[in-house]
């Protein structure tokens, strides 16, 4: 088994946590906080053995319930694998900790690709990651754009894409972030992140990205256009969609247009916590023009869709399991993702 610690226990590490302990060659050795409250609850409540970062702050933890095993320094050292779900820029800051005792850590995409040195989506580069010491599961949104971008690559050829990202102001448990009422550029440059970011994972992909923020947490809402080296059709694109198990595509005949009603059904599916961690594409949306322009939209969870991406990346570190294949048919089946149609 796989000794997973996961080093920052919020919206991305509680989940990976789950996700982690539900796989056949895991578990999950320690969580960490920085403060005791609901998650910590929560943690305690899964029987994940927690860990906080300051422990002079134990007398805290012990007083409103909470059991410490000990400081995350401790952790560490049980581990044979560091996920590294600290808020972005505090991560890298861990890293000296991690070389300390030798460990395997991965950074999720608020972290630089710099600090692991490798950039990570399991349908792009699995095989790449096999055995190393460092990762960073890039963020949410370039998840998102690097399964579609590599699907029609493969298939097509990309000349060039260019996709417009318009992103949630914050998770939905997150009252400090906003904005209220404005749409925000995000940034007001071009290119946004996301589209360096893609090519840390995809090198040859001529890529254009811009991004806002908006007054909602659902999720994001991708516009992407890429332009195709050969002809395609609508109907052979969403073949390619339906045969690849984290693309979901959302129909006509679902009625759905939109992140609450998406979200409202991966509820009503009875995802944990009503998580999509495929893409969302909207199937009406998808056009080919003139027979090489393709154009989609698609949402984005961004809570969820790195969650089974960081599975796979402990296991490729790990090394036993050889092929992105067999990873993301383990993952999805231990999740129960079965892409949604
Ligand atoms: N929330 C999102 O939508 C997504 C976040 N990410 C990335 O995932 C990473 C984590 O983000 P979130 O889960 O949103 O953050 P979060 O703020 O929800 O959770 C971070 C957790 O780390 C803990 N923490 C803070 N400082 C710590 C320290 N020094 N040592 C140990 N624990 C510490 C906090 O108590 C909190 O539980 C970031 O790199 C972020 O950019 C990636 C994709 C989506
Ligand atoms: O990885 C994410 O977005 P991103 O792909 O736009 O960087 C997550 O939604 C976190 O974004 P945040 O930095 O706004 O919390």
Redesign the pocket.
């Known amino acids: 088994m796989i000794k997973v610690a996961v080093n920052g226990y919020g919206t991305i590490g509680k989940r990976v946590a789950d996700a982690v302990s539900c796989q056949p060659d895991m578990e999950i050795i320690g969580v960490s906080k920085t403060k005791p409250g609901a998650e910590a609850y929560v943690a305690q409540k899964r029987g994940y053995p927690l860990y906080i970062a300051d422990i002079s702050k134990k007398d805290a933890f012990t007083k409103a319930g909470i059991q410490v095993a000990g400081s995350v320094e401790e952790m560490i050292q049980k581990a044979d694998i560091v996920v590294d779900a600290t808020p972005?820029g505090v991560g890298e800051g861990n890293k000296a900790l991690y070389e300390k005792y030798q460990k395997k850590a991965i950074w999720e995409?608020?972290e630089e690709h710099e600090v692991a040195g490798f950039s990570f989506n399991a349908s792009c580069n699995y095989e790449q990651a096999i055995g190393r010491q460092y990762a960073r599961v890039v963020?949410?949104?370039?998840t998102g754009l690097c399964r579609i971008i590599k699907l029609i690559d493969s298939v097509f050829g990309v000349k060039k894409v260019r996709a417009t990202?318009v992103?949630r102001g914050g998770d939905p448990g997150d009252i400090k972030r906003g904005p209220i009422d404005a749409i925000v550029l995000n940034p007001v440059t071009i290119p946004s992140?996301?589209g360096p970011d893609v090519q840390s994972v995809l090198p040859n992909i001529n890529i254009i990205t811009s991004?806002m923020i908006v007054p909602t947490t659902l999720m994001?809402m991708h516009f992407i256009n890429m332009e195709l080296k050969n002809p395609a059709t609508k109907e052979q694109v969403i073949e390619l969609i339906k045969a690849h198990s984290r693309l979901g595509l959302i129909e006509k005949s679902t009625g759905i247009t939109s992140t609450a009603q998406l979200k409202e059904f991966t509820s009503d599916l009875l995802r944990p916590r009503g998580d999509l961690w495929e893409n969302g594409i909207f199937a009406d949306s998808l056009s080919v023009l003139d027979g090489t322009d393709l154009y989609l939209f698609q949402a984005i969870h961004?809570e969820a869709d790195v969650v089974v991406e960081t599975v796979d990346c402990i296991r490729a570190m790990a090394g036993d399991v050889k092929t992105a294949m067999e990873s993301i048919a383990m993952t999805n089946k231990a999740v129960g993702l079965t892409a949604i149609r």
Not at 139 to 142: D, V
């Open positions: 972005g995409g608020g963020s949410c949104n370039t990202m992103r992140h996301h991004a994001h961004q």
